[in-house]
């Protein structure tokens, strides 16, 4: 058994991971905000331990990290993410500092391995799957601070010698993803027999069922003799056009609706390249992405039928 801290708990990729520690046995902390969103970790309230705590106040943050004592860190905790957070100094404030903050608050009483989470983006809008080597162009704010992020600790694990990796994801997708995002969105309005409005059919990305991503996480903290300051990119190496991605929706729910594509404005990341190289991964960490993605895709429903809840929950909040 581990004791664990995990920033970004409450989130989709967090709460999923959380649960996966809790089914393995571990001691789970979780750092949240006092004005957390609760609904994701409700039914494993009882099993976890909640921190209220903002990662940008360094000195308390030192304190509670030094009474935990974590062996596993895992920060998944980010602004900006999302297209309605826009307020730059907030992403310097949560990506950047509190970053910076939570290194240095566990580096003191030490750790066995501090998992960084960074972002597909941190690339910016290539016309190739992306190696870690690659030269950053980071497309956006947000793309800025993970980066920045993501070199802080690179450099300070090179420095001090810990065994601090970042993952770099790409679109992860499944159960408790963000009610207003693209496949939560198909779903609730498929069961319905309908498809939302839509963007440009070969507008891609490179989708990762959570599960998968969860994995990553957890070979990140267990596989030994990493590189120090390693980055990964957490992607299945396949790139699915929004026309595919339709396809298989109209397939599971049996939809003779027609697309109505281009009835939504592109988003100004939107590209029709976006990919990663996952070799690296793959080589270093024995990591393999297990589910395709009409396979994510039908698990995703199945969990929405499992949970009538949430589908409810979903379709007022999408």
């Known amino acids: 058994m581990k004791r664990v801290v995990i920033t970004g708990g409450t989130g989709f990729v967090g709460a999923n991971l959380a649960r996966r520690l809790l ?33 940008e106040d360094g ?46 608050a566990c580096t003191k009483p030490g750790f066995e391995v501090f998992v960084n989470t960074g972002s597909s983006s941190e690339y910016g809008v290539k016309d190739h799957p992306p190696s870690e080597q690659e030269w950053l162009e980071p497309n956006s704010h947000y793309a800025v601070t993970k980066a920045s992020a993501t070199l802080f600790c690179r450099y300070t694990a090179r420095r001090l010698g810990v065994c601090l990796p970042t993952l770099r994801l ?31 059919p070969t507008i891609a990305r490179d989708y990762v069922f959570v599960d998968d991503a969860v994995e990553a996480y957890l070979l990140a903290a267990t596989r030994p003799n990493q590189e120090l300051g390693a980055v990964y990119n957490v992607g299945t190496g396949v790139q699915t056009s929004l026309r595919e991605v339709v396809e298989v929706t109209r397939q599971v729910f049996h939809i003779e609706e027609d697309p109505a594509w281009g009835s939504m404005p592109n988003r100004e990341w939107d590209t029709e390249i976006w990919v990663s190289d996952n070799r690296k991964i793959k080589e270093e960490l024995g990591w393999q992405p297990r589910q395709p993605f009409h396979q994510g895709f039908s698990r995703t429903v199945q969990w929405f039928y499992d949970h009538p809840d949430m589908m409810t929950s979903y379709g007022r909040l999408s």
């Open 23 to 55: 089914s393995d046995g571990h001691e789970v902390h979780l750092l949240v905000r006092e004005n957390y969103t609760p609904w994701r970790i409700e039914a494993i309230r009882q099993d976890v331990r909640l921190h209220a705590i903002r990662l």
């Open 59 to 104: 000195d308390l943050l030192g304190q509670k990290i030094e009474t935990i004592r974590p062996d596993w860190i895992f920060h998944l905790a980010t602004y900006g993410a999302y297209s309605y957070q826009r307020d730059l100094r907030a992403m310097v404030q949560a990506n950047i500092i509190g970053t910076i903050n939570l290194v240095e």
């Open 170 to 200: 790409y679109s992860v997708y499944g159960p408790y993803e963000e009610p207003t995002r693209l496949i939560p969105t198909l779903i609730v309005q498929g069961v319905k027999g309908k498809l939302p409005r839509l963007v440009n």
